[in-house]
Nanobody
């Protein structure tokens, strides 16, 4: 059974940083593309960052490029999202996702989802 468990969310002020973590189990982690989505209240789910399992190519949405960094540790079956210079509009539930294929596939319809972690940016 595949499980993706996110952690690290919380309430922060604008300009602060947070690091989200996702622990994966039940899959051969090193052969999966990993990604992060978010969903703000009243909005659709947005793909914000991804990292492949081969050459570790990364992708970032324009809304987070230059502020967020995605990374992975295959030895620990972990993927991370370092979020800097947080803005009000970053408030959302953040979801970890995994797909056996590449970035195109994970953006369309990931094989697996986590349960999400709340990030709230507020003054």
């Amino acid at each position: 059974q595949v499980r993706l468990v996110e952690s690290g969310g919380g309430l922060v002020q604008p300009g602060a940083s947070l690091r989200l973590s996702c622990a994966a189990s039940g899959l051969t982690f090193s052969t999966y593309t990993m990604g992060w989505f978010r969903q703000a209240p009243g909005k659709g789910r947005e793909f914000v960052a991804g990292i492949t399992w081969t050459i570790r190519s990364t992708y970032y949405s324009d809304s987070v490029k230059g502020r967020f960094t995605v990374s992975r540790d295959d030895a620990k079956n972990m993927v991370y999202l370092q979020m800097n210079s947080l803005k009000f509009e970053d408030t959302a539930v953040y979801y970890c996702a995994a797909d056996r294929e590449g970035l195109g596939a994970i953006m369309r319809n990931p094989d697996y989802w986590g349960q999400g972690t709340q990030v709230t940016v507020s003054s």
